[in-house]
């Protein structure tokens, strides 16, 4: 069955530093997506991605963030200069359509942990 | 923006026993989904129940709509259903795309 994929399952990071995150979306999907969940708290929504382009943003998706499908396969969260508070589990999503049947199938995630 | 509402927030069960968590949400919605965290943070598609009843296993939830709320059943629960149970929620009015997670139900099977 087809999954959605992200690497790497655990990064660690100092503070200040660039972190990227990758996903491979499900291959006939279109819509991509990042979330992410803070410890014990509920998963939120980033930043939508469709045709090349960021659909929607959450406040929380400020200048440090940025996404980007470098190629077929790939989609990529990355954030410029780690805070301690952007560590988080980040989570990729992906969905065949927008709108009705909309179903979003998610990632593993990536456990960030800013120090 | 549209609200949605877990409960309860915690549930212990013993081994074989049934439960129920319920969902309730502030507006419309297009999509409504139901997630497994597992203790290793994976998030688990369970159902994607916009309306009407499904069913998987021991696992079963229903959507009324227009009545804003949806039910997730758990029949013989097993120590391996241990984790939080989250719904989300796509919302028509704010025509957006984006899921809207409620706090989710914590849940500890006993054996």
């Known amino acids: 069955e087809p999954e959605v994929t992200q690497t790497p399952s655990h990064q660690v990071t100092q503070m200040g530093q660039e972190v990227i995150l990758r996903c491979v979306p499900i291959s006939n999907h279109l819509y991509f997506y990042w979330y992410r969940q803070i410890l014990g708290q509920k998963v939120e929504f980033l930043v939508s991605?469709?045709?090349?382009?960021?659909?929607?943003k959450s406040e929380i998706f400020d200048d440090q963030f940025s996404v980007e499908r470098p190629d077929g396969s790939n989609f990529t969260l990355k954030i410029r200069s780690t805070k301690l508070e952007d560590s988080a589990m980040y989570f990729c999503?992906?969905?065949?359509?927008?709108?009705?049947?909309?179903?979003?199938?998610f990632g593993p995630g990536t456990r960030l942990t800013v120090l | 923006g549209i609200q949605v509402e877990q409960s309860p927030p915690d549930l212990i069960l013993q081994e074989g026993a049934n439960s129920t968590l319920r969902c309730n949400f502030s507006d419309s919605v297009n999509n409504l989904q139901w997630f497994h965290q597992n203790p290793w943070g994976q998030l688990i598609n369970l159902f994607y129940i916009p309306s009407g009843t499904k069913q998987n296993g021991r696992l079963s939830a229903t959507t009324v709509a227009t009545e804003r709320y949806s039910l997730l059943y758990i029949s013989s629960s097993q120590t391996t259903d241990s984790g939080v149970y989250f719904c989300a929620v796509e919302s028509w009015v704010d025509s957006s795309y984006k899921l809207i997670f409620g706090s989710g139900t914590r849940l500890l099977v006993r054996p």
């Open positions: 991605f469709y045709n090349n382009e960021i659909s929607e």
């Open positions: 999503a992906s969905s065949e359509s927008g709108g009705e049947d909309n179903e979003q199938f």
